[in-house]
């Protein structure tokens, strides 16, 4: 471990990488709309933390796969968030017109091509998980096996049943219970795919699964409480949009039922279970992924 | 043979059997908000003549797989294919208030959650692809395959990339091969995915996927160009839209750029090429195929 990278610089080298990855992820010789392949990259390419592929590679990593195996699946989620956000921004959902300090897609290429463009980033992420079985012998399986996670955490039961949820939640929500709900699935359930593909690419037992499922159900909370915090106390230009706009739009947060000091204890509270999980994993070598649980809370933007 | 049923109960059979799968569609036990498993359900059961599901199916049979093994794929791209109608239906698209005679997701559900049971739509048939697997051991390169071909059939080179063009377009179509593309992809792909999906669960050859690639084509090719027609000459109550509503948003159809009779003609010569090809792929029984080429060909509706 002498020659490990410090975290900085391993954070930065993957994020060119799936950056790098994203720019060329549709084949070259399909023959597509050029109008639609714009609106899918400039999404893609709008600036991300790539928070998820880099979860998918660091889990993937520390069963000792290669990193070129799991990139597929790491671009995968990257597009299946991406198109969330899109969607995320309509004028009919949260009607933003920024994200990122950027034009949403929308404002961009107008809504109806904002639309199909995330229609189309979430079906080729499917097409892009079938290809790590192509390029680097995952078994047919284990592929098989992530696809069917990405639908359930990515579909109804999952990301868009939380994104349904918020969006009610936002005509009154009453309790705590409601914002736990819309957190761990609008959020925290492509965290947990994120874990579990890489892991299945690594080979993880059904006991390793469900561990880095419980890490990653309790580092999805943190991380979206924090984000709650963030947005009610950041700096504007480090958040890339105006802050306190959820406060403004009566977005209901943690902060709201709970209050601030107790916000920040639960954050800490989570990422301690999340890592104590991690440890029940018995990972190869999960240093990686303990040193992005502490990263993710201790972040300001 | 001898106790073979006519077509039409045949039709009947598949028909009721798609819809009451798809009735249940969603596993029970998934915690999913009460308005997006509504949202989803009000327009798989809105009545559609279930031809992709049909296709599925007489594929598989075609070489003598159980219809059980291929009915989750058949409801799949049943759920692609609604998906894509509700988001066609949307004001940013072709802002329609009722489809087959019933108000559009939209209007009953709003603008938000109609996208977002697309998408949920969308997501889901790719976990009931999985299913087809998890039920009746179809292989599992087999079911990787099938993923791999919906996600590029309904997507950017696809699907969503032939409705692409089918937006552009209206804003000024200048030739047949523009139609032709909108056509091939925004229809054509999705009914080919059909086939080629229910004879991967058949087992076929290489050589019979390309062979009903062709017939899938043509055929898809056929029942748009038909669908153009009888938009202009159809019966309103059979079409269950207003007739020549195309005509009145300025969509361009077939019958615009070759006429009405050479259209009729087109229609008549890709079902023979259709059938030519489905000759060609040498089918343990092709019957219902062939039935069915006939049966698009003759509709009123």
Not at 12 to 36: C, F, M, N, Y
Not at 133 to 138: A, E, I, K, L, N
Not at 180 to 206: C, M, N, P, W
Not at 265 to 270: F, I, Q, R
Request: with cysteine; hydrophobic share 40%; net charge negative.
């Amino acid at each position: 471990m002498s020659n490990r990278a410090p975290f900085d610089v391993y954070l930065q080298e993957i994020t060119g990488e799936v950056t790098e990855a994203l720019k060329h992820i549709l084949p070259e010789h399909w023959d597509v709309p050029r109008s639609l392949t714009e609106a899918m990259q400039y999404s893609l390419m709008a600036g991300g933390k790539r928070l998820r592929p880099l979860l998918v590679v660091a889990a993937a990593e520390a069963f000792g796969a290669e990193r070129k195996a799991a990139m597929p699946a790491a671009c995968a989620v990257e597009m299946v968030h991406t198109y969330s956000l899109i969607h995320d921004d309509l004028p009919a959902m949260d009607n933003d017109d920024y994200r990122r300090g950027k034009l949403t897609n929308h404002k961009v290429f107008g809504e109806a091509t904002a639309i199909l463009a995330g229609d189309a980033l979430l079906t080729h992420a499917f097409y892009s998980i079938v290809q790590s079985g192509r390029q680097s012998g995952v078994s047919a399986d284990a592929l098989l096996s992530i696809v069917e996670d990405l639908a359930e955490l990515a579909g109804a039961r999952g990301m868009v049943g939380g994104q349904v949820a918020d969006m009610e939640g936002e005509q009154g929500m009453t309790d705590l219970s409601q914002l736990q709900y819309i957190h761990l699935h609008k959020t925290g359930d492509l965290i947990v795919f994120s874990l579990i593909a890489g892991a299945r690419i690594g080979g993880a037992t059904e006991g390793q699964l469900e561990a880095l499922s419980v890490f990653g159900r309790d580092l999805g909370l943190a991380f979206q409480i924090q984000d709650d915090i963030l947005d009610l106390t950041g700096d504007e230009q480090k958040m890339g949009k105006k802050t306190q706009s959820d406060v403004n739009q009566q977005k209901v947060t943690y902060p709201y039922f709970i209050g601030m000091e107790a916000s920040i204890a639960e954050v800490k509270s989570l990422t301690q279970s999340a890592k104590d999980a991690l440890e029940r994993a018995e990972l190869p070598d999960a240093s990686r992924l303990m040193e992005i649980a502490d990263y993710l809370m201790s972040r300001d933007h």
